[in-house]
Nanobody
Framework: QVQLVESGGGLVQAGGSLRLSCAASGRTFSSYAMGWFRQAPGKEREFVAAISWSGANTYYANSVKGRFTISRDNAKNTVYLQMNSLKPEDTAVYYC?????????????????WGQGTLVTVSS
C-alpha cells in the first residue's frame, strides 16, 4: 500500500498560482488512480480533481475547471495539482488520495489512502 505526503501549500494573493505535490512511497503507485480533495474551515471535504493510473483520464470539480490541472509522473511517484487564478474561496486544506477506482475518487467517501494535507491560503 502507498503512503502519501503533500507539499507546496502556502499563502498566495488572489489571482496567483501554486503547485501542490503529493509524493507516494511504495512500488504500486502507478496502479492507483489519484485525486485531490479540499476542506475549508467549517465545511465538508470536497472533491477537486482526479487522474487515472495512466494519466489518460482526468476529472475536475466545476468550481476549479479551467483553473486547476492535475497531472502525475509515475517515474517519480508523484501527483501534482497546478492551481492558477486562485480565489479566496480556494482557501482550504488540500489532501491527496489514492484508490484503485477513479470513479470512487470522484464520488469521494471512503478511499484506500489519504495524505495528511497541506494548507492553501488565498488572500484577497
Amino acid at each position: 500500500q502507498v503512503q502519501l505526503v503533500e507539499s507546496g501549500g502556502g499563502l498566495v494573493q488572489a489571482g496567483g498560482s501554486l503547485r501542490l505535490s503529493c509524493a507516494a512511497s511504495g512500488r504500486t503507485f502507478s496502479s492507483y488512480a489519484m485525486g485531490w480533495f479540499r476542506q475549508a474551515p467549517g465545511k465538508e471535504r470536497e472533491f477537486v480533481a482526479a487522474i487515472s493510473w495512466s494519466g489518460a483520464n482526468t476529472y475536475y470539480a466545476n468550481s476549479v475547471k479551467g483553473r486547476f490541472t492535475i497531472s502525475r509522473d509515475n517515474a517519480k511517484n508523484t501527483v501534482y495539482l497546478q492551481m492558477n487564478s486562485l480565489k479566496p474561496e480556494d482557501t482550504a486544506v488540500y489532501y491527496c488520495a489514492a484508490d484503485m477506482s477513479i470513479m470512487a475518487i470522484t464520488r469521494g467517501g471512503y478511499l484506500e489512502v489519504w495524505g495528511q494535507g497541506t494548507l492553501v491560503t488565498v488572500s484577497s
